[in-house]
């Protein structure tokens, strides 16, 4: 059976006066599927993401998320998407257990199905002495997995996760991504942008955007190979030499 396309984009643009940040992207993300999105500071990927969220009015091309177009239809896309952005989603004086529960209440959920499963990842992520503790108060790695459980407490069709492993050590990198792989087992597709190239090996498939354009697309290992390159380090390396622009 085919699996279901969650996203899917045609020509996606965006320009700012003279400038193309964003240049007539296509490409597919499929059910359940791991996509990276990746490239240098300044490639266009968080202008993407934006657009893909419904945040950034595109200036052409096409773009269906979770089944919704993102020009007509952002309001009702955003009850279907979660989302982690570069720096903190959290309230910092509410508690782990009012954040989730306010962004739950957001998200539309019902107060006695918010209860459950606040409760539920609360003792899923093992944070119960913490849950109740400001979350400027909480280690780093601790705020970055809440934020994720938060971002699909409602159960998303799609969670788009922009560098979310950013200043934290590799074992807690690790176990982020364990979650990740643990959301995808339940059909979540992920979208992930990261500056770790490790971590592109951890996705079913990783796009590589040079000059706000989309240079490579497939599996970390068909790249490697079609590279002759051993990492995606390397890929990367390979690709970020092409690029005309500076960092934006």
């Known amino acids: 059976m085919n699996k279901l396309i969650t996203i899917e984009t045609r ?5 700012f006066g003279n400038f193309t940040a964003v240049d007539a992207i296509s490409f597919k993300v499929y059910e359940g599927e791991i996509f990276g999105f990746l490239g240098a500071n300044g490639a266009g990927k968080t202008t993407a993401m934006r657009m893909l969220c419904g945040l950034l009015t595109p200036t052409s ?4 998320v979770a089944g919704y177009d993102i020009y007509r239809q952002p309001n009702q896309l955003k009850a279907h998407i979660g989302y982690m952005s570069q720096k903190f989603s959290l309230y910092p004086n509410l508690t782990a257990r009012e954040n989730m529960t306010f ?4 998200y539309g959920m019902k107060r006695k199905e918010i209860g459950d499963k606040v409760h539920s990842l609360i003792k899923s992520l093992g944070v119960e002495k913490y849950s109740d503790m400001q979350v400027h108060n909480l ?3 601790w705020k970055q997995k809440i934020s994720f459980m938060t971002a699909i407490i409602h159960n998303p069709k799609i969670v788009f996760l922009d560098e979310p492993t950013g200043g934290v050590d590799p074992i807690t990198r690790r176990q982020f991504w364990d979650m990740i792989y643990e959301a995808a087992d339940r059909g979540i597709t992920v979208f992930v942008t990261t500056h770790y190239m490790d971590e592109a090996e951890y996705c079913d498939r990783v796009s590589m955007m040079v ?3 989309i240079a490579a697309l497939d599996t970390p290992e068909a790249l490697k190979t079609r590279y002759s390159v051993a990492s995606m380090n390397d890929v990367f390396i390979q ?5 005309n622009r500076s960092a934006v």
């Open 11 to 15: 020509d996606l643009t965006k320009r």
């Open 139 to 141: 280690p780093l790695g």
């Open 61 to 64: 091309g096409q773009a269906l």
């Open 239 to 243: 690709l970020a030499r092409k690029a």
């Open 103 to 106: 962004y739950a209440g957001i």
């Open 211 to 213: 000059d706000g354009a």
